[in-house]
């Protein structure tokens, strides 16, 4: 079996222990795949019961990023839950007793043991806001000094806002005052969208070693005069387009709903 994305940025993390910046690509890779829980028992409805093992160090639940893997793990079918890292996470942290993650265990590159600990910090980090900035721009520049780790973040981030935006522009801004800033400004952003977008630019640099105070997000409308001064002097992204809706997925896909644990 080849190895995932996540494990690829695990092994990139060990091999180099002290680069803080590869660990957190990790971490990113984690709260933003899918994983697969092991239940005890088949989901009702949207409550469902991880099954949980009882280790030395603390119970644990186990979860995997291949539907493979969670079946070579029990050797047999057994129920799971397909939901989103970032869902696994909040269910988790903060639960009684505290229960850490058993992830891919057995025979992929990216086995690990992550303690309760793991899963509130990881919690902490995804539910910090952005804040809201009042500011208005009154030159903007083509981008530029911004590291490749947070570029890549947020080239992943966006590829996975499916249907919110038609598309986003990096540039730099100056604001008034003689501030500058770089900024990043969506482009006809599905009404309601708004908070969702900036919490993933947030997440993006939370997770890329970068200070979140680097970069600002703002929304324009195509038809919007700025539209096109964006448009030349910044770097692009596209949004995918919203595609055909898939079968229906076992419950906690949601992830603004994480699943209830009984």
């Known amino acids: 079996m080849a190895d995932t994305l996540l494990d690829q940025a695990y092994v990139a993390s060990e091999g180099a222990p002290d680069d803080v910046a590869a660990r957190l690509r990790f971490y990113s890779r984690l709260v933003e795949g899918e994983l697969y829980l092991l239940l005890e028992t088949e989901a009702a409805g949207d409550s469902i019961t991880p099954k949980v093992f009882d280790l030395e160090d603390g119970p644990i639940v186990v979860a995997f990023d291949l539907e493979q ?66 500011e208005r721009a009154t030159a903007l520049l083509p981008p530029k000094g911004l590291p490749d780790a947070l570029l890549t973040a947020l080239d992943q981030r ?78 692009r992204f596209d949004l995918p387009r919203v595609q055909a809706p898939a079968a229906p997925k076992p419950p906690g896909m949601d992830p603004n709903a994480p699943p209830n644990l009984r």
């Open 69 to 134: 893997r969670l079946t070579e793990f029990t050797g047999i079918p057994a129920p799971y839950a397909a939901l989103p890292g970032r869902a696994l996470v909040e269910m988790l942290a903060g639960s009684t007793p505290p229960l850490g993650l058993g992830l891919n265990l057995g025979v992929a590159p990216s086995a690990r043991l992550l303690p309760p600990e793991i899963m509130d910090w990881l919690a902490q980090t995804l539910s910090e806001r952005p804040e809201e900035l009042q």
């Open 158 to 235: 966006l590829a996975r806002m499916e249907g919110l935006a038609d598309m986003a522009y990096l540039v730099v801004a100056e604001y008034e005052g003689g501030r500058r800033g770089h900024m990043l400004a969506f482009v006809d952003a599905v009404d309601g969208a708004e908070a969702a977008l900036a919490r993933a630019v947030h997440g993006a640099l939370s997770f890329s070693g970068v200070e979140a105070g680097m970069l600002d997000v703002t929304f324009i409308s195509a038809s919007d005069g700025r539209a096109a001064e964006f448009a030349r002097v910044g770097l």
